[in-house]
């Protein structure tokens, strides 16, 4: 059974950093494709960045040169580092596992809340 587990999410000042982790068990994540949504109230889930299982990583625009996906093949663990935090970034945060590129999400994380004052 495949399961992630996110965490590091809290309250932080615009401007600060957290970093997020996502711990998987029963999946070699560095074999697949992994990715981080967020979801604010009201709003749909977005994507925000991915990483291929060949280690190319992709962002969208809003969080490009703020935030970095990377991995630790030796903790199974996905990160999310976040700097230069805005309030715009409220959201609960959630990773996600896929095969491949072309393949949908498949699993999901209960997600961490990510909460930017201003």
């Known amino acids: 059974q495949v399961q992630l587990v996110e965490s590091g999410g809290g309250l932080v000042q615009a401007g600060g950093s957290l970093r997020l982790s996502c711990v998987g068990s029963g999946r070699t994540l560095r074999r697949y494709d992994m990715g981080w949504f967020r979801q604010a109230p009201g709003k749909e889930r977005e994507f925000v960045a991915d990483m291929r299982w060949y280690s190319t990583s992709t962002y969208t625009d809003s969080v490009k040169g703020r935030f970095t996906i990377s991995r630790d093949d030796a903790k199974n663990t996905v990160y999310l580092q976040m700097n230069s935090l805005k309030p715009e970034d409220t959201a609960v945060y959630y990773c996600?596992?896929?095969?491949?590129?072309?393949?949908?999400?498949?699993?999901w994380g209960q997600g961490t809340q990510v909460t930017v004052s201003s």
């Open positions: 996600a596992s896929k095969r491949d590129f072309i393949s949908d999400y498949e699993y």
